[in-house]
Protein backbone atom coordinates (compact mmCIF):
# COMPACT_ATOMS: atom_id res chain seq x y z
CA UNK A 1 0.00 0.00 0.00
CA UNK A 2 1.36 3.57 -1.13
CA UNK A 3 2.34 5.45 2.19
CA UNK A 4 0.57 9.00 1.85
CA UNK A 5 2.74 12.26 2.89
CA UNK A 6 1.58 15.69 3.46
CA UNK A 7 4.01 18.62 3.28
CA UNK A 8 3.25 22.09 4.08
CA UNK A 9 5.92 24.80 3.27
CA UNK A 10 5.13 28.19 2.08
CA UNK A 11 7.72 28.23 -0.94
CA UNK A 12 6.09 26.86 -3.93
CA UNK A 13 8.92 25.94 -5.43
CA UNK A 14 10.35 23.54 -2.76
CA UNK A 15 6.32 22.09 -2.63
CA UNK A 16 6.31 21.12 -6.14
CA UNK A 17 10.28 19.80 -5.86
CA UNK A 18 9.20 17.97 -2.88
CA UNK A 19 6.10 16.23 -4.40
CA UNK A 20 7.72 15.37 -7.67
CA UNK A 21 11.11 13.88 -5.64
CA UNK A 22 8.78 11.79 -3.08
CA UNK A 23 6.49 10.99 -5.87
CA UNK A 24 8.90 9.44 -7.97
CA UNK A 25 10.29 7.35 -4.83
CA UNK A 26 6.53 5.58 -4.51
CA UNK A 27 5.18 7.67 -2.05
CA UNK A 28 1.30 9.66 -2.62
CA UNK A 29 2.29 13.36 -1.63
CA UNK A 30 -0.11 16.21 -1.12
CA UNK A 31 1.21 19.59 -0.54
CA UNK A 32 -0.02 22.78 0.98
CA UNK A 33 1.33 26.18 1.87
CA UNK A 34 0.07 26.92 5.79
CA UNK A 35 -1.59 25.39 8.27
CA UNK A 36 -4.93 26.50 6.93
CA UNK A 37 -4.82 24.49 4.68
CA UNK A 38 -3.07 21.55 6.56
CA UNK A 39 -6.17 21.54 8.76
CA UNK A 40 -8.36 21.06 5.92
CA UNK A 41 -6.87 18.37 4.42
CA UNK A 42 -6.14 16.52 7.62
CA UNK A 43 -10.19 16.90 7.97
CA UNK A 44 -10.09 14.81 5.03
CA UNK A 45 -7.61 12.34 4.79
CA UNK A 46 -5.19 10.93 7.33
CA UNK A 47 -1.61 10.57 6.30
CA UNK A 48 1.49 8.63 7.30
CA UNK A 49 3.92 11.44 7.56
CA UNK A 50 3.47 15.61 7.95
CA UNK A 51 7.12 17.23 6.29
CA UNK A 52 6.71 20.15 8.46
CA UNK A 53 8.49 23.89 7.47
CA UNK A 54 8.89 26.26 10.70
CA UNK A 55 8.31 29.74 9.28
CA UNK A 56 4.92 29.71 7.37
CA UNK A 57 2.34 32.69 7.09
CA UNK A 58 -0.36 31.55 9.68
CA UNK A 59 1.30 29.39 12.23
CA UNK A 60 4.97 28.53 12.95
CA UNK A 61 5.82 24.90 12.57
CA UNK A 62 6.87 24.33 16.56
CA UNK A 63 3.12 25.52 17.17
CA UNK A 64 1.93 23.24 14.83
CA UNK A 65 3.37 20.46 16.03
CA UNK A 66 2.57 21.42 19.69
CA UNK A 67 -1.08 21.62 18.23
CA UNK A 68 -0.87 18.17 16.31
CA UNK A 69 0.52 16.69 19.98
CA UNK A 70 -1.85 17.72 22.23
CA UNK A 71 -4.89 16.90 19.95
CA UNK A 72 -7.03 14.03 20.52
CA UNK A 73 -7.78 12.60 17.06
CA UNK A 74 -5.41 10.27 15.05
CA UNK A 75 -3.28 13.06 14.25
CA UNK A 76 -1.43 13.48 17.21
CA UNK A 77 0.45 10.61 16.54
CA UNK A 78 0.98 11.30 13.28
CA UNK A 79 5.05 11.36 12.77
CA UNK A 80 6.38 14.71 11.76
CA UNK A 81 9.64 15.89 10.16
CA UNK A 82 10.84 19.36 10.35
CA UNK A 83 12.85 20.45 7.59
CA UNK A 84 13.02 23.89 7.60
CA UNK A 85 15.74 26.74 7.02
CA UNK A 86 16.58 27.19 10.56
CA UNK A 87 18.95 24.64 11.77
CA UNK A 88 20.71 26.01 14.92
CA UNK A 89 21.25 23.68 17.79
CA UNK A 90 18.68 25.45 20.08
CA UNK A 91 15.80 25.29 16.83
CA UNK A 92 16.74 21.60 15.98
CA UNK A 93 16.16 21.17 20.38
CA UNK A 94 13.10 23.62 19.81
CA UNK A 95 11.41 21.86 17.21
CA UNK A 96 11.97 18.12 18.67
CA UNK A 97 10.98 18.80 22.52
CA UNK A 98 7.61 20.42 20.39
CA UNK A 99 6.67 17.09 19.25
CA UNK A 100 8.82 16.38 16.25
CA UNK A 101 10.02 12.76 15.39
CA UNK A 102 12.85 14.00 13.40
CA UNK A 103 14.61 17.52 12.07
CA UNK A 104 16.23 18.08 9.15
CA UNK A 105 17.96 21.81 8.32
CA UNK A 106 17.64 23.45 4.98
CA UNK A 107 19.33 22.83 2.08
CA UNK A 108 19.37 18.96 2.60
CA UNK A 109 20.53 16.19 0.42
CA UNK A 110 17.05 14.61 -1.05
CA UNK A 111 18.26 11.15 -0.42
CA UNK A 112 19.03 11.78 3.64
CA UNK A 113 15.50 13.42 3.13
CA UNK A 114 14.20 9.80 1.82
CA UNK A 115 16.52 8.06 4.45
CA UNK A 116 14.72 9.65 7.12
CA UNK A 117 11.36 9.37 6.03
CA UNK A 118 11.78 5.75 5.29
CA UNK A 119 13.46 5.41 8.74
CA UNK A 120 10.47 6.91 10.35
CA UNK A 121 7.82 5.17 8.53
CA UNK A 122 9.22 1.47 9.33
CA UNK A 123 8.62 2.64 13.17
CA UNK A 124 5.14 3.86 12.34
CA UNK A 125 1.81 2.32 11.69
CA UNK A 126 0.26 2.51 8.53
CA UNK A 127 -2.24 5.64 9.53
CA UNK A 128 -6.02 5.01 9.45
CA UNK A 129 -8.42 6.16 6.95
CA UNK A 130 -10.19 9.31 7.20
CA UNK A 131 -13.10 8.99 9.98
CA UNK A 132 -16.46 7.73 8.46
CA UNK A 133 -19.47 9.37 7.79
CA UNK A 134 -22.89 8.42 8.41
CA UNK A 135 -24.06 5.78 5.36
CA UNK A 136 -20.25 5.33 4.43
CA UNK A 137 -18.61 1.98 4.10
CA UNK A 138 -14.84 1.70 4.00
CA UNK A 139 -12.27 -1.28 2.67
CA UNK A 140 -9.05 -0.51 2.09
CA UNK A 141 -8.33 2.80 -0.20
CA UNK A 142 -12.42 2.63 -1.32
CA UNK A 143 -15.13 4.77 0.00
CA UNK A 144 -18.58 3.93 -0.57
CA UNK A 145 -20.93 6.50 0.36
CA UNK A 146 -24.25 4.49 0.68
CA UNK A 147 -26.72 7.75 0.68
CA UNK A 148 -24.86 8.98 -2.73
CA UNK A 149 -24.57 5.85 -4.53
CA UNK A 150 -21.00 6.66 -4.79
CA UNK A 151 -17.41 5.00 -4.58
CA UNK A 152 -13.70 7.03 -4.30
CA UNK A 153 -10.50 5.31 -3.98
CA UNK A 154 -7.90 7.35 -2.43
CA UNK A 155 -10.32 9.89 -2.52
CA UNK A 156 -10.49 10.17 -6.12
CA UNK A 157 -14.11 9.03 -7.54
CA UNK A 158 -14.75 5.85 -8.83
CA UNK A 159 -17.45 5.45 -11.60
CA UNK A 160 -19.99 2.83 -10.71
CA UNK A 161 -23.03 1.31 -12.84
CA UNK A 162 -26.19 0.06 -10.86
CA UNK A 163 -25.34 -3.67 -10.27
CA UNK A 164 -21.86 -2.67 -9.00
CA UNK A 165 -23.20 -0.24 -6.65
CA UNK A 166 -25.43 -3.43 -5.81
CA UNK A 167 -22.93 -5.93 -5.75
CA UNK A 168 -20.65 -3.62 -3.33
CA UNK A 169 -22.95 -2.66 -1.45
Known amino acids: MQRKIIVVDDDTKLRTLLTRYLTDQGFAVKAVGDAEMLDRALLRDRFD??????????EDGVSICKRLRAGNDISNRMPILMLTARGA????IKGLNAGADDYL???FNPRELL????AILRRAPPASPAPLGQGEVCFGPNRLNLATRSLTRDGVAVPLTSQEFALLK
Open 49 to 58: LLVLDLMLPD
Open 89 to 92: DEER
Open 105 to 107: PKP
Open 115 to 118: ARIE
